[in-house]
Structures are given as C-alpha cells and as structure tokens.
C-alpha cells in the first residue's frame, strides 16, 4: 500500500513553481500576481485566504489581498471585480466562498474574466473543461489529477467511482476522469445522495473519489482488495482526547480501508494541501497565456 | 412494453410552439426567427438544415438560410457570424456542420453569442448546463430528457448507463441524468471505447442510452429486464432487399432487446425527430429571454 501523499507532493510543486518565478525574474520578466477578495471576518475564510497570500509569498509571486466589510453591498463587489479584472498586473484573482447573503455568488463568479478565473468556477471555463478545450481546472480536481499523475496511477479502463456530485470537486471528478488521456480514459459511474446500494457499486471502483462530508463513510467490507481511494472529505469530529477538542476525519475509515488499498490519500495531508498548490499552478499559467497575448 | 414515439412527441412539441407563435402574433409580439448558416453543398448538411428551415416555416417563425461557399474562409465566416449576433432581429443560429477544412471549428463556435447559440454548443452553455444554470440544452439531449419527461419515465436513483462520450450526446447526457430534479437524480455511468467488460456495466443498468454508431451493439444478453433503453445510433446498413439499397439502423437490437424492455425507442423515429423539434424550442425559448431584457 502507498500513501498519496499530498504534503510532499504539493511542496514538490510550489519548489518547482519557484524556481520557474526565479527563472522569470532572472529574464526580468514580471511575475505572477493573485489577489484574492474577501468579505466579512469568517475565521475560517480568513485562514483560507491567509494560507493563500503566504503561499504566494513562499513561490516568489505578488499576492494582494483585498478586504471588504461584511455589510458590503453587491453592486460594491462588482465594482471591485470589474477594477480586477481591468487591472493588466493582476494575472488571477479569486473572491473567497462563502459570501454574505446580500450577495448573490452567482452573479459574483459570473463577472470574474475567465482569463483571470485561477479558481475555476465561471461556467465558460467548466464548460471548456467538459469540451477538452484548454482552461483553468478548479483546484481541488486538478490536484487530485496531479496526484495520480505523480504516483502514475493507472486509470485507463479502470472503473472509477466518484461520491458526491458538487460543483467543486464531485461533478468536475466525474467529467476529468472519463476525458481522454492520463489521467483519464476511466469508466466513471457518479454517486450522490439519490443512489441506491451504494455499497455494490463502490465494491466494482478500481478508484474511488469521496467528496461527501461524512467521517468514516467509507468501510472496508464497501471495497475491493487493491482499490485506490481519494478521500476529499474533511471534518471537524469532536475529540477529547486531543488539546483542541476535535479531530480531522475524512470519509474513510483510513485505518481499516488502507489495509485493502494499493494507493490511499491521508486526512489531513492528502488532497488538502494540494489545493493550494494548484491555485498558484494556475496563476502561474494565467501569467504565461497573458504574457503571450 | 411501451415505444417511446419520437415522431408523435416531436409533432405534438411542433404543434405547441405553433400555438404560442399564434398567442404571439395575436398579442402584437415579435416572432421567432432562427438562422442557419451552412458552408458548401455537402448533401448530408443540405438536407438537414432544409427540415430545420421547413421546420420553423410549420411553427411560423421566421427563418432566414445563409449558404456560403466551399470556399469561404474563417475569416468571412467569422463576419457573417459576428453580423449575425449584431442583429436583433436574430433570436438565434446555428452553423451547420462539419465545416469545410480551411475554417477551424472551435474558432466558430466560440464566436456565437452565447445568448444566441441554440446549438448549445458554446462551452459558456455547456459550462452552465453542466453547474445547474439557466441556458440552452443540445438539441439531442433536450429531446432525450423531453421524451423521458412526456412517457414519465422514473430516473431517480435508477442506475442510468451512458455509452459514447461525444461533446454532443454521450457527455452531456451524463451529466443531465446526474442532475438534481426530474429527469435526472441517476446514478450515472459514463462508458467508451476504453470501457474493459461493456456488458457487466450494461446488464446493471435501469436506463442505457446508447451514442455509438455501431449497428446492433447492444444485444439482448447485455441488458436485463425491465431495462429503459434510448438508442441514438443512426447507421446505414447496405440492405439489398430495400430499394435504396440500405436501411437505418440503430445501435441496438431492437427485435430482441425491445422483449425485455419497459420502454425502448425506435430507430428510424425515437431520438432523431426530436432534435428539430427540440431545436425550435431552444429558438422559442431565446425569444422569450431577449424580450425580457
């Protein structure tokens, strides 16, 4: 059994990233820049963000991070987004999910340039993705096909189960894996919350990708002997047993399931940490498509 | 076991478009008008964009026919259509295709106002099809959900196979029948060439919808009973005994497959009449959102 170890693997790709920044610098060229908007004070968005910007930091970018008051009005963060998208230092920018309720997240993602859509989530960039067409992967997809890639886990011909259909990383899964090409070329059944027997079609995955939200779903008695298993989930699990009173669970039973799998992702540590890493990918390719318009 | 009737269901929607093109002249409005662009004089291509234009002259809409040379460039075909998405007029268009080799596809599709691309193949629609939005449909997978919808065909939780991944039928047919709503909520897989063992995924599946092109793919032994089966395929079979010299075939043994199935459609007469008929929906459909704006 191998662990996918995301930690490493998305340090191996902010070095990489790095040392493409110093070559840019060395030709004196600009280098990428990602701003990221936030609105309101949520804790947890604010640690999202904040990884972010040191993130960019670590890789040699230029990071600006624009924060807005959690009584900021629509039209305001449009302004904003128009000034971003307008704004031909910035290469990518994100806003940070979720948005006050005054705020329609529709029509926000909806006004983000595509060119400048490093997050991935404006529909022409989804639809390109869908239509094999170069574009910009959401993060949490395009790391977990980073990761099969990096372990070169076969996924030609392989029935691959996806669990959970959301915008951001179930129904994106289900489309990459079956496109043509590595990684890809799978046969890819989608499950969500109307299937029935779950259980009997994850026990035919060659590869199963759980993005639901429920600690330990995934048993070992779901699973075939050498199944390679992605746990997208992350969940805060009451624990007292640890100082900060909770533990990080993903949807696997990573104790039991790991003793039947041939590559297992941990949680944390898996695809977590890729996430990041994969924002900065795509900035880093947002600057090259615009350095050579 | 019940036929689904393409050809009845697609008069029966021609019939109803008629009716509100009736409300709308009584009422002083505007009319549809779609337009067809075609390049050359492939025979396939001039068949199939007369019915469109017969289609909409038996709805009254209005309809307007562009023919260009074999010869056009991408350049002029790119004006005609940006002229074309200048005119408010226009409510929308399609370009026949294929296209002659000088003209990348991709380039033209990419220059129709997604708001007038009735086709639904620009990835800004495809995009928002496949993350839940408002847009146009393609007009086959359209008229797959309508006759599911008209027959009352249970999808959800029912175990739907996809075969054939094309950007027109077998991709977004995955993902729709995925959809929350009805119909959709399937548990979909999505199979292809490099799909190992077809027919283990096949005899699981409650519905199969079938875009292959291979006459007779699917035999009675790789479905079980009370299947769901919608058949896409459209071949010609050299058939000596028929005074053209073939016969349309579909990609399913319809003789055998139809015993064991709850629903099946016909090939000639299921799937491939409702794509014009879906097709001036689309058109309908446009009119009704530009003359809110």
Known sequence: MTILDGKKISNDIKDEIAEEVKKMKAKGEKVPHLAAVIVGNDGASLTYVGSKVRACERVGFESTLIQLSNT???????????ELNNNDD??????????????????????????????????????????????????????????????????????????????IVGRPMSILMGRKGFPGNSTVTLTHSRTKNIEEITKQADIIITALGKPEFLK????????????????????????????????????????????????????????IAMLLKNTLLARERHSKK
Chains 1, 2 share one sequence.
Do not use: W
């Open 72 to 82: 900021t009005s629509e039209i305001e963060l449009l302004d904003t987004i128009e």
């Open 220 to 275: 070992a008695d779901m699973v075939k002997n050498g199944v390679v298993v992605i746990d997208v989930g992350i969940t805060r699990v009451p624990d007292a047993t640890k100082q900060r009173g909770y533990r990080i669970t993903g949807d696997v039973d990573f104790e039991n399931v790991s003793k039947k799998a041939s590559f297992i992702t941990p949680v944390p540590g898996g695809v977590g940490p890729m996430t």
């Open 90 to 167: 910035i290469d990518g920018f994100i806003v940070q999910l979720p948005l006050p309720e005054q705020i329609d997240e529709q029509n926000v993602l909806l006004a983000v340039d595509p060119n400048k859509d490093v997050d991935g989530f404006h529909p022409m960039n989804f639809g390109r993705m869908a239509l094999d067409m170069s574009t910009f992967i959401p993060a949490t997809p395009f790391g977990i096909l980073e990761l099969l890639d990096r372990y070169q886990v076969e996924t030609s011909g392989k029935h691959t189960v996806v669990i959970g259909r959301s915008h």
